[in-house]
Every structure is written in structure tokens, then in C-alpha cells.
DNA sequence: AATAATACTGTAATTTTGTACAGCACTAAT
DNA sequence: ATTAGTGCTGTACAAAATTACAGTATTATT
């Protein structure tokens, strides 16, 4: 399946993005076919679908006005844009991480620092197990949910619901959490039920006082 | 007409805000009632004609989802607002540092984040000299221009038409910038006439990848 | 040359949704 | 004491909106 717009698409992406930003809530179907000067709704319908398809919307079924456009690289407006990211606080045990009974606070990270922010949520730093790679208690690392994390990335990890940041590293077929501290140890993790890993962190912000 | 909104109300605005929040687009009335339980979809629609009358909500007309929140001075994310600050980037030599020469980019700042953050800029850190106190460099540090700077916090100094992130330190009457890696000396800058100090660091920001 | 995807028209069924009206109980303001 | 506003139930209807299906023509792609 190709995963690139054509310009009919773009133009159709564009005009819903647009519509939203200007009146709060997505156009209907029939309203997409009116714009483009189209009889009919289905020819609408089925540039939604495509751009659902490509991933670009995501709307409800049978549910009016509930296109929400999830990303736009064709969009030249994405620079000075911001997004609002969840920060998880202290975890509730039992709760998945990035339940709303978890999160702390909200911040507003413009997009050109982070790409794909719809899909990063904040982690307030507790102890000091990664000062060695810059990271101090206190901080907020954002994390991305969605990025494929690789041997070395640093992470968050759910360990026995308690989250946590670390190194993640494979060695010899066996995985580790290393934690940038020469006083605490490596956590093998191969295998453990209790251990996921949710998000890589992708920045470090700190605020002094 | 009474401006100020019930109990009921606040509830009833709430949930339209979280449910917009979460989903992207707005609650049918018909959802609502069913939130709160109602039996009829009256009961909504006269919650939502109130507070439409009141000015903290706008619908359309006969048009579905479109419920947007105007104003909602009893949510307490309201301080979730953001301000553009300047990132300095290459420093042109014979401007004073903040001028649009020297510019970067610009970014927004969550102000739950900074406080005055209409008085702050950021930086590209280049070089290593901070790396002791967790400051690599590509990281962007925020300066509030105006805030008092003490003996020991770090600073965004100019030196002979250089912008340098250093520790401010006075001892025996004398001033020094003192970096933060092993590897450097201490610089000291008492009577230069090159030297100021341009804001003193409040954050720092750091992005992988 | 065949196939898949794009880009529509046109009609119609179905579902969703907003609105209207009648009514009741309770509360706050004048 | 009366009125306006709140906070609903319940029924019904009409408008708005999505979806489905049958086509047609054009443009990539293999």
C-alpha cells in the first residue's frame, strides 16, 4: 500500500486541518465534497478513507464531525505549533502508566522540538540513577510511546509498577537495565513479567530554583 | 442574567473540556446525558443552552459535535499558556546579543515551565565546558535576562562578542567564570571590559536524535 | 497488458444527532 | 409571594451525517 499523498490528498488533508483550527470542530463529509466543488459525498468519503488508511485522519464510525488529523508533513504551519503532553507523576499501582490517574500535570512542548509530540508523555525524574548521562532528579524527560527503541537508547521502564529510567541495553542475548550511576548495579530484566518498557526518552528538560 | 455557573454546570463544562481534550472533537448531547446519567438528552441540551447563554461554551446550529469551550475560568489548567522566546544560535559579532541577527529560531514555552518567560531567551550550548553540571552540548539552555544572578548559578556570559555558559563565581573580591569540566580553567573577568553577563540559566533543554 | 489506486457521479438506506414541546420538583432571587 | 432559573424525565420529529453500493474515467504501477 502506498503511503504517500497525492496532491488531491493533500489538498483534502489541508482544508480539514484548516477547517478545524479555524472553527474548533472538523467539517462533515459532505461539507469536504461542497469545498472541492464535488456532487457528490462519497467522492469525500473516499479521500477520508484514503487518508485514514495512510494514517494521516482517524475518525469515528458512524460518528459525525469526528475527523482528527493525526499528522501533516506536508503542512508548512507545523513549525510554530504546540502540543500538550501528559506528565506522569507518582505512579498508582495497578494503573497503566500513562493512565489519566497518574499524570501529574500538563505542559505545552512546541513541535520543533519534538517530532511526533502527540504520541510523548513527560516523566518527572525521581533518584539519581542516571546522573552520569546528564539526568538529575528533578528533571522532566519526555518520552515518546511510539518510537522503536534500540539497544543503548535510554528509556522508560515499568518495573514492578514503579516507573523507571534507565539504559536499555542486550548483551549475549540477555536484556538489562543499566542505570548511569557507578554506584548501583545492572537489573536483568530477560524474561521478567512484571517489566515493560513504555516509552524512549527523546529530551530532558530541566528548570533551576 | 446570572453569569456565574453551578455546580452542575462546572461539571457538565468540565466534561465537555476533557472529552474534547481526550477525543479531538465534542460530545453529542446525547453523550453527555449519558455521562451524567440523564435519562434524557433534554437534560443536556439545557446545560448546554445555559451555558452557551453564559459565554463559556458556542455550538452551532442543528449542526452536530459542535460544541466548543470559550472560556472555562473554573478549570485549574487554565495556566497552561505559552510563550515564544528567541533561541540564539552563531553569535554575529557587533550586536548586542539578543539582537535579530543573531536569532536561531523561536520556540514556545509552556509558562507552568518558566516563570517570566516573557523575559527569557534560549541558547544553543556549543562546546563541553558544562558537561560536569550535566550541560552537553546541542542542549538549549533558557536565560532569563532580568533576573538577579547570584555568586554560584550559571549564566549565559558575552565575552569579547561570544556568547559562554559558565558558573558565576566571586571570591576575595574578584570575579571568575568557572566552567564546568575538569579540563578547563577558571576565566577571570574582573574589569574586563569585554564582559557582561546577558541572563542567568533557568532551564535547560535537551533533545536526542 | 493487466491491475490497483485515484477521483469522482448518483441514489438510497441507515444512523446519529439536534430540537421542540409538555411536564415536574426544587432553589434562589426580587 | 411570585418569578426566574435550575435540573431534570419522556416522547417525538426533523435535520444532519455516515455509510453502502453501482458505476465511469483516468492515472500510476508491475
Known amino acids: 500500500m502506498k503511503k504517500e499523498l497525492t496532491l488531491r490528498q493533500i489538498e483534502i488533508l489541508t482544508f480539514i486541518e484548516d477547517f478545524i483550527r479555524d472553527n474548533n470542530y472538523a467539517p462533515t463529509l459532505r461539507e469536504i ?9 462519497n467522492g469525500a468519503k473516499t479521500h477520508v478513507d484514503s487518508l485514514v488508511r495512510k494514517g494521516f485522519l482517524k475518525t ?3 460518528l459525525s464531525r469526528t475527523i482528527s488529523v493525526q499528522q501533516n508533513k ?16 507518582r505512579i498508582a499501582a495497578g494503573y497503566p502508566l500513562l493512565a489519566e490517574e497518574n499524570v501529574d500535570t500538563r505542559i505545552m512542548i512546541d513541535n520543533f522540538l519534538l517530532k511526533n509530540a502527540a504520541k510523548c508523555f513527560g516523566l518527572k525524574v525521581r533518584g539519581d540513577s542516571m546522573i552520569d548521562a546528564g539526568i538529575f532528579e528533578g528533571d522532566i524527560v519526555i518520552a515518546n510511546s511510539e518510537e522503536k527503541y534500540q539497544n543503548g537508547d535510554i528509556v ?3 518495573l514492578q509498577d514503579e516507573a523507571t529510567l534507565k539504559r536499555f541495553l542486550k548483551k549475549d542475548g540477555e536484556y538489562y537495565l543499566m542505570p548511569e ?5 545492572p537489573i536483568p530484566v530477560t524474561g521478567r ?7 524512549k526518552v527523546v529530551a530532558v528538560i530541566r528548570m533551576f530554583n
Open 33 to 41: 465534497a461542497t469545498q472541492f466543488n464535488m456532487s457528490s459525498v
Open 60 to 62: 469515528g464510525n458512524n
Open 74 to 89: 506536508y503542512s508548512e504551519k507545523n513549525e510554530s505549533n504546540v502540543t500538550e503532553i501528559a506528565v506522569i507523576g
Open 156 to 158: 522508560v521502564a515499568k
Open 181 to 185: 550511576n557507578k554506584n548501583y548495579e
Open 193 to 199: 513479567e512484571d517489566f515493560s518498557i513504555a516509552g
